[in-house]
């Protein structure tokens, strides 16, 4: 699967209908897009020329010139299959080894299709906000929050001036106290959650910079922040409660970590080494 077919597939409930018109289309012609202008894809597609500009975007693109890179960049890289994936209902395994299988394939698939959508400039530009942040305030809820608690313990390490907290109402405290300088980090896989929204809307008043990492698409969270990563993960079924979504967050939180401790890491060195010294001490008590 081309990593256009992912990110249409990933964002494909989302779509309005017009703009399933035109995912259709992309899906089946996929071939022959890249030479044609808007006008033509308008008009073979059914539908008009801002559909296909809201389509690309509502896939993570700045418009139809970077869904028509995409396709170029795809035709000329060859790429491996992804692991097989059965979509089964949590009553209809038959043993062990299918549960274990098919929770190991869709964790493997939401790193690495999360890996194939990072944008390295975006994620550069996240990166220098939050290093040079007076103040850094992350925030999550629910699956998400465990994402989050695990950023904030990493930039905890890192000496970095850093809160998180999961209830709702010290969370608004927390975003009512930034500044204009403090960088608010929103960790949220639909982009829609309306706890989330709220933190972002304080966030916006009060000035800081915005960052998300959220599913691909288009969302209120994805439109509303100065930076956006995106993830993204196959679907699994919601009676299951087994969020693939979480790894494909820990996979960007893990890389952001490393990111700034790298471009940070002349302040950051002996903080590094004294924490690992302390560890190693206790692990030898």
Not at 102 to 108: F, K, L, P, Q, V
Not at 121 to 127: C, I, L, P, R
Not at 139 to 158: E, H, I, N, W
Request: hydrophobic share 35%.
């Amino acid at each position: 699967m081309s990593i256009l077919e992912e990110r249409i597939k990933s964002v494909y409930t989302n779509l309005t209908r017009e703009e399933r018109k035109a995912a259709d289309y992309c899906l089946k012609n996929d071939a022959s897009i890249f030479n044609k202008t808007v006008a033509e894809l308008a008009e073979d597609s059914g539908t008009t020329q801002a559909t296909w500009s809201r389509f690309s975007k509502s896939l993570g693109y700045t418009g139809l010139k970077g869904l028509k890179h995409e396709l170029f960049t795809s035709a000329n890289n060859a790429e491996k299959p992804g692991p097989h994936i059965e979509f089964k209902d949590i009553d209809q395994y038959t043993s062990m080894q299918a549960i274990a299988d098919n929770i190991c394939a869709t964790s493997t698939q939401a790193i690495q299709t999360t890996y194939r959508l990072f944008d390295a400039k975006s994620f550069e530009n996240a990166v220098d906000a939050i290093i040079s942040a007076r103040m850094i305030r992350i925030f999550g809820v629910g699956s998400s929050g465990l994402a989050a608690y695990d950023l904030y313990t990493k930039f905890q390490r890192l000496s970095y001036n850093v809160t998180f907290n999961e209830d709702h109402h010290n969370s608004l405290m927390n975003a009512a106290q930034l500044k204009e300088g403090d960088v608010a980090i929103f960790l949220c896989d639909s982009g829609r959650t309306e706890e989330i929204m709220q933190l972002l809307k304080t966030a916006k008043e009060k000035g800081a910079e915005t960052i998300a990492i959220t599913k691909l698409g288009n969302s209120p969270l994805a439109q509303g922040c100065d930076h956006v990563l995106f993830t993204t993960s196959p679907e699994i079924d919601k009676k299951s409660g087994v969020t693939s979504s979480r790894f494909s967050q820990l996979f960007l939180v893990d890389t952001i970590y490393t990111a700034v401790a790298n471009k940070d890491f002349e302040n950051i060195r002996t903080l590094l080494q004294d924490s690992y010294d302390l560890f190693h001490e206790l692990v030898n008590y």
